[in-house]
C-alpha cells in the first residue's frame, strides 16, 4: 500500500508570510497531483507534476516535483486570507503497478489570517 | 468552465435501504470515478469505469457496491445494503485521459446513514 504524509498537519499563518507544505512517500509515483479543498466541496486540482525534478509555478504558488519522484512541495508566497484552505496531495503509482487510482494524503489545513 | 455535478448533495437513509448517488460527468471525459471521504479522513477510492466496465476498485468497492452508466450522461453508484460505517461524503470524478493529468471532482454527495 503506499502512503502519501503531509507536513505540517495544521499552519496558521499571518497575511504576507511564505509557507512550504511537503508531501512524502517511501514510494516512486508517476505523478503528483495538489488540490485544494474547501468545506463541503469536492477538490479542486491546483497542478500535476510528472517529470522528477519538475518545478510549475501558478501565481504565488510553487510546486516541485522531487528528483526520485517520491516527494513533493507546495511553497506559498506572500500568503493571503484567499489561500486558507485544505491543501491535498495526492500521487499515481508507477506504470506497471497496475493501479491507475489516485492516492491521498491527510492534507495540510492553511488558515491565513489577515 | 465545464463541471461534474452530482446530486442529491445530502442524503439521509435508513440502514439497511438502497441508495443510489448520482454523477453527471464532463461531456467529453472518458474515464470516471467514485472516491469517498469518511468525516476527519482521507479522501479514499473506490472505483474506475472506463469503456462501461470497471477498470479497477479497491476492497472497499465489495459485493454492496456497484456503478452503472444508464445512460450517455450519468455515472450512478448504488449501495445495496447501507451500513452505518457507509456515511461520508461521495465524491465522483471524470477525467478526458488517464489519471495521470487530473481529475475533475464533483462537490460530493453526503450520506448520512442512521
Known amino acids: 500500500t503506499q502512503l502519501l504524509e503531509q507536513s505540517p498537519q495544521f499552519l496558521s499563518i499571518q497575511e504576507g508570510e511564505n509557507l512550504t507544505v511537503y508531501c512524502n512517500s517511501s514510494?516512486?509515483?508517476?505523478?503528483l497531483q495538489w488540490y485544494r479543498q474547501e468545506p463541503g466541496e469536492g477538490p479542486v486540482l491546483l497542478v500535476t507534476v510528472v517529470t522528477g525534478g519538475e518545478v510549475k509555478k501558478l501565481k504565488r504558488l510553487t510546486f516541485q516535483f522531487g528528483d526520485a519522484r517520491k516527494d513533493s512541495s507546495l511553497h506559498i508566497t506572500a500568503a493571503q486570507p484567499g489561500d486558507t484552505g485544505l491543501y491535498l496531495c495526492a500521487g499515481v503509482s508507477p506504470p506497471g503497478a497496475g493501479s491507475y487510482q489516485l492516492t491521498f494524503g491527510k492534507g495540510t489545513k492553511l488558515s491565513v489570517i489577515p | 468552465e465545464p463541471e461534474v455535478t452530482q446530486t442529491p448533495s445530502h442524503q439521509v437513509t435508513q440502514m439497511g435501504q438502497e441508495v443510489i448517488l448520482r454523477c453527471v460527468p464532463i461531456s467529453n471525459h472518458l474515464y470516471f470515478y467514485w472516491y469517498r471521504q469518511i468525516l476527519g479522513q482521507k479522501v479514499e477510492f473506490l472505483v474506475s469505469?472506463?469503456?462501461?466496465?470497471?477498470?479497477?476498485k479497491s476492497e472497499i468497492f465489495d459485493d454492496q457496491f456497484s456503478v452503472e452508466r444508464p445512460d450517455g450522461s450519468n455515472f450512478t453508484l448504488k449501495i445495496r445494503s447501507t451500513k452505518l460505517e457507509d456515511s461520508a461524503m461521495y465524491f465522483c470524478?471524470?477525467?478526458?485521459?488517464?489519471?495521470?493529468?487530473?481529475?475533475?471532482f464533483g462537490s460530493g454527495t453526503r450520506l448520512t446513514v442512521v
Open positions: 469505469f472506463y469503456n462501461n466496465e470497471i477498470s479497477e
Open positions: 514510494s516512486v509515483f508517476s505523478s
Open positions: 470524478a471524470s477525467s478526458r485521459l488517464m489519471s495521470d493529468y487530473g481529475y475533475t
